[in-house]
């Protein structure tokens, strides 16, 4: 079965710290991932999405993702986290159906 | 551009009431979503649609029921509401689905609380 698995469920992080969060997922063929960022309160946004290309691929405020298809994994980075990036991240993956896997979520907390 | 808005925010049922959660976008997009969201689990789908008129069950669609009337506007019911469908239910939308990588990322609306006693 399909499915996308996130290995950290809750990470705690100091401000400046780097980050990265794992995303594994398990398809046969063409694939395409997603990572959202859920901020306290709020809905869910795109940080980042690969389709082709360059497997190096970055988002907004920061983030980038690689994607390693040897691996099956798709992690989230960021050289220095800050305290507004306190929040929830999901992995999701797509295979050319209209359904989207989401991973369950980890939860990020940045001290300041 | 509103985006994808859902309404009400916050409901409390009790067990065997129904309700209706409302979605809409602006976006002109084909394809909407209902997912719930709860603790440990991530986002699962209840149910999606690829078009006006049309719906199809996802991984979790027991206990509700979706119309989609007008592009814009995608609706789950609840006839009979559970305890166990106390959860955020989230609504989406996307441009086009599938591989190709051009508009398929999902845009989501703010999310409904429903607690059902």
């Known amino acids: 079965a399909q499915s996308v698995s996130q290995h950290n469920h809750h990470v705690i992080l100091s401000e400046a710290a780097s980050l990265e969060l794992g995303c594994n997922y398990s398809?046969?063929?063409?694939?395409?991932l997603f990572w959202y960022v859920q901020y306290p309160g709020q809905h869910l946004q795109l940080l980042l999405k690969y389709f082709s290309g360059d497997p190096l691929v970055k988002g907004i405020k920061g983030f980038e993702a690689e994607f390693i298809k040897s691996k099956f994994s798709f992690n989230l980075r960021k050289p220095s986290v800050q305290w507004s990036d306190t929040a929830e991240y999901f992995c999701a993956a797509t295979s050319g159906t209209y359904k989207y896997i989401f991973g369950t979520g980890t939860r990020l907390k940045v001290l300041a | 551009n509103a985006g994808v808005t859902q309404t009400p925010k916050f409901r409390v049922l009790k067990t065997g009431q129904s309700m209706t959660l409302l979605c809409a976008q602006d976006?002109?997009?084909?394809?909407m979503y209902w997912y719930r969201q709860d603790p440990g689990m991530g986002l699962r789908l209840i149910h999606y649609?690829?078009?006006?008129?049309?719906?199809a069950k996802g991984e979790v669609p027991d206990g509700y029921n979706v119309s989609r009337l007008k592009k814009q506007n995608f609706l789950l019911g609840l006839e009979s509401a559970a305890p166990s469908q106390t959860s955020v239910y989230f609504c989406a939308s996307s441009y086009s689905f599938g591989t190709s990588g051009s508009g398929n990322e999902q845009f989501f609306g703010p999310g409904t609380r429903l607690t059902v006693l």
């Open positions: 649609s690829v078009g006006e008129g049309t719906t």
């Open positions: 398809y046969g063929g063409t694939v395409n």
């Open positions: 976006m002109n997009h084909e394809y």
